[in-house]
């Protein structure tokens, strides 16, 4: 079975075939993150009018990449949400027209579950039961995972989500847009036990971002002999290059001890899981890809996404939609199809 899928939930205008839930014909990402760089942050409205731009390329492309055409495909899968109003749209309405005019199946999905579905993509086929660590930009949470489209939200954050906690952390360093790579980067050449940040006391196997993000905000006032009222801004450009990289690798740490150690209480509080997953764009951080191999290797099998299906693309959402399809699920009415900004996994 051969699926379109088209993403444009966030800043990623992508569209992808995919055969069988697993097998990749084509994966077509078009990022606006140079746009968004100068502002320090997505724009909705620009993401909007870039997609807009975007779509039908993206999607040509990708049907030509694939030597199919709209004819030949056998479904339609678009992210419906969580994301940007405007951005959502955009996506959801070339997909119910392309399945509308081509009258084909037509599946909407939701954008986590596809980040779940980017292990599969790589030819992977963990088993089941298992726990995902979704970590993106909106979101950081534990599914646990019985069997495939069935997911159960075990941890959730109370606050920020992790990628927006690293996005956070490189403004007040005075890092570009996205703060996630950066940090990454400068982190390579600094010392993670420079500075000690506090992990957040938080119950059972929720999160807490904000406190850790407000933690360096403090230390870095402290260290260049500030108060809380200093702007962020001439922070910044107090800071020395190796107290900066010092800072990146000591926030980076912590962050990923932070979910190393929720997710060792969800294993043991499910001692039956077989398979632990990263799913989402900060699934791309080496270091948490390293710290998680080194703590769950010996007793579990462990997946992280190839680099290009961790942040945004069309070829997730083809597969999440096949695993659906297989499990049940029946086509929507394009016709009747709501977008919706904000919505849990289920
Ligand atoms: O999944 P995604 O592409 O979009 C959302 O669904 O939110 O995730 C984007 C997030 C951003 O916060 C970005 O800073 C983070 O993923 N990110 C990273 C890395 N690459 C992207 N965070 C840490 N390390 C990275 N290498
Ligand atoms: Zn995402």
Redesign the pocket.
Known sequence: MKILGIES??D?TAAAIIEDGQKVLSNVVVSQIDIHAEYGGVIPEIAARSHIEAINPVIEKALKDASETLDSIDAIAVTHTP?LVGSLLIGTLAARTLAITHNKPFYPTH?LKS?IYANWLSGYNPEFPLLAAV?????TQIIYMERHDHFEIIGTTRDD????C??KV?KILGLPY????N??KLAENGDANKYHLPIPQVGGLDFSFSGLKTAVLRAVQHEVGKDIHTPSTELKSLLTAQQKADFAASF?KTAVDILIKKLQKATELHPETKSILLA???S???L?RTELHKAFDKDFQVFVPDMKF???NGAMVASAAYYSIQAGEKPTDPYSLDISPRSIIC
């Open positions: 939930s966030c990623e994301g954008h980040h970590v993106s930009g909106g979101h989500a992790i990628g927006e690293f996005d490189a996205p703060g996630g790579p940090i990454a980076q989402g764009g900060v791309a951080n080496e948490l961790s942040t945004d």
